[in-house]
């Protein structure tokens, strides 16, 4: 039985067809949610969710979410068909680095996310969303920012640097200052696993991208592929938070 393959939509009732709309849009979120969350999403009681789950041919709701998150759909009702990213900008062990960095940051009492330009923006996003899973994070865009002071009397930090070349001086000189501190792990997300920012790092979640500049001096390259990355981590910490939490 396949959730996205199910043929029989029409036979739905009101209170099915609104539970299967919330799944559809909430996919990615849903094998993380209990039977409570879900039904509170959709705005229907907890045993239609239960009846919808048998009803699509499911026993049980943990064996429905197994499922949902093995399912890889070609295209959803409704999907743009345009792909601004195919999975083979990534490493094939990608997700395997994404997992071991996300239990880093998930145990971590600061996760700092650093970068300069468009880098900074992206770092800005992840350190927003990371703060909204609980986590203490915040970012640093300034590379003459003091962060060896601020973080002089912590430990268990995790420091994010995002480069796309993963070359930057200004990142690399920063970096420099924790590569031998035990207190500090450092994670990369570049598209050179080569580079100096992803030699320092302890993981390093890499992909590939083509350079593309304007008059030389204005980068256009495209922040796609890191963006999947980041998004990925932050669903994988929250997995891990979600976990965690459950067994403590």
């Known amino acids: 039985m396949?959730?996205?393959g199910y043929k029989d939509i029409d036979k739905l009732s009101g209170v099915d067809l609104a539970i299967y709309r919330f799944i559809v849009?909430?996919?990615e979120q849903i094998p993380y949610m209990r039977v409570r969350e879900l039904a509170r999403g959709a705005h229907v009681s907890n045993s239609s969710v239960?009846?919808?789950?048998?009803?699509?041919?499911?026993?049980?709701?943990?064996?429905?979410?197994?499922?949902?998150?093995?399912?890889?759909?070609?295209?959803?009702?409704?999907?743009?068909?345009?792909?601004?990213?195919?999975?083979?900008?990534?490493?094939?062990?990608?997700?395997?680095?994404?997992r071991l960095a996300a239990q880093l940051m998930v145990n971590a009492d600061n996760i700092v996310f650093v970068g300069i330009g468009a880098s900074a923006a992206l770092g800005e996003y992840a350190s927003r969303q990371t703060?909204?899973?609980g986590f203490n994070s915040y970012v640093?865009?300034?590379?003459?920012?003091?962060?060896?002071?601020?973080?002089?009397?912590?430990?268990?930090?995790?420091?994010v640097?995002?480069?796309?070349?993963?070359q930057t001086s200004e990142l690399v000189e920063m970096l420099n200052d924790f590569v031998n501190n035990p207190e500090v792990n450092i994670i990369s997300i570049t598209s050179n696993l080569e580079s100096t920012i992803a030699r320092m790092s302890r993981y390093a979640?890499?992909?590939?991208?083509?350079?593309?500049?304007?008059?030389?001096y204005y980068d256009l390259t495209?922040?796609?592929?890191?963006?999947?990355?980041?998004?990925?981590?932050?669903?994988?910490?929250?997995?891990q938070e979600v976990v965690q939490h459950r067994f403590e």
């Open 131 to 133: 703060s909204s899973l």
């Open 2 to 4: 396949a959730f996205f």
């Open 50 to 98: 239960m009846r919808f789950i048998r009803k699509i041919g499911y026993d049980s709701f943990p064996e429905f979410k197994v499922s949902l998150r093995s399912e890889t759909p070609i295209q959803k009702p409704d999907a743009p068909g345009i792909q601004f990213v195919q999975p083979s900008a990534f490493p094939a062990d990608i997700t395997k680095i994404i």
């Open 140 to 159: 640093v865009k300034d590379p003459f920012y003091p962060l060896l002071p601020q973080l002089r009397n912590t430990s268990n930090n995790v420091l």
């Open 25 to 27: 849009e909430h996919d």
């Open 205 to 216: 979640l890499t992909y590939r991208a083509t350079e593309e500049r304007m008059h030389q």
């Open 161 to 166: 640097a995002v480069s796309v070349s993963g």
């Open 222 to 239: 495209s922040q796609v592929p890191c963006l999947y990355i980041i998004e990925a981590l932050l669903r994988e910490l929250r997995h």
